[in-house]
């Protein structure tokens, strides 16, 4: 289902997190549920995954996580506020050691001069630190851009727990 770097990566996240004795959950918009999978996909994973939220509308980041609506009417749903208040909702909701939160513009349609197609914003928060990184991806097709999303949240979990 994920190529083979994917599936790499996910799995040096599970070894990382695993070592550490750590749960890690998910808080997820534009990749609907992807890194959760691509977590899951590798076996042992739940030694390490405690779950995910797939939270596509506003009213779901709300609900599931407790974004306040106030700070996505203001910011936007693609913002970096949102994203740090994503992965901070998703930790305090689950109780997880990390948690990790994607929020961006897949396309192929949505984009503004502001906020084009491709550009994704990533959260990941670990006792009391939220690191925020943003990624312009550019117009590169709707999956193409979740799947990047993917590796690349990937990728920074790999190196928070570095810095850990």
């Known amino acids: 289902m994920f190529d083979a770097e994917t599936?790499?990566?996910?799995?040096?996240?599970?070894?990382?997190?695993?070592?550490?004795?750590m749960m890690m959950v998910t808080g997820e918009s534009c990749t609907g549920g992807l890194i959760a999978g691509a977590l899951t996909s590798v076996s042992g994973s739940s030694s390490a995954?405690?779950?995910g939220f797939v939270t596509y509308a506003n009213e779901a980041k709300r609900d599931f996580i407790g974004v306040p609506m106030a700070l996505i009417e203001d910011k936007g749903a693609v913002s970096e506020e949102v994203a740090r208040a994503m992965a901070e909702g998703a930790l305090k909701t689950s109780?997880?050691?990390l948690a990790v939160a994607v929020t961006g513009?897949?396309?192929p349609d949505g984009g503004t001069p502001d906020k084009p197609v491709g550009l994704v914003h990533f959260g990941c928060a670990i006792k009391g630190l939220t690191i925020h990184r943003?990624?312009?991806f550019g117009?590169?097709?709707?999956?193409?851009?979740?799947?990047?999303?993917?590796?690349?949240?990937?990728?920074l979990v790999l190196e928070v727990l570095d810095q850990a």
């Open 7 to 21: 599936t790499a990566l996910a799995s040096r996240v599970i070894d990382a997190l695993t070592a550490r004795g």
């Open 49 to 51: 995954v405690y779950g």
């Open 95 to 97: 109780g997880a050691d």
């Open 105 to 107: 513009v897949a396309g």
């Open 134 to 136: 943003e990624e312009r």
């Open 139 to 155: 117009a590169i097709g709707r999956e193409v851009i979740r799947a990047e999303t993917v590796k690349t949240v990937l990728r």
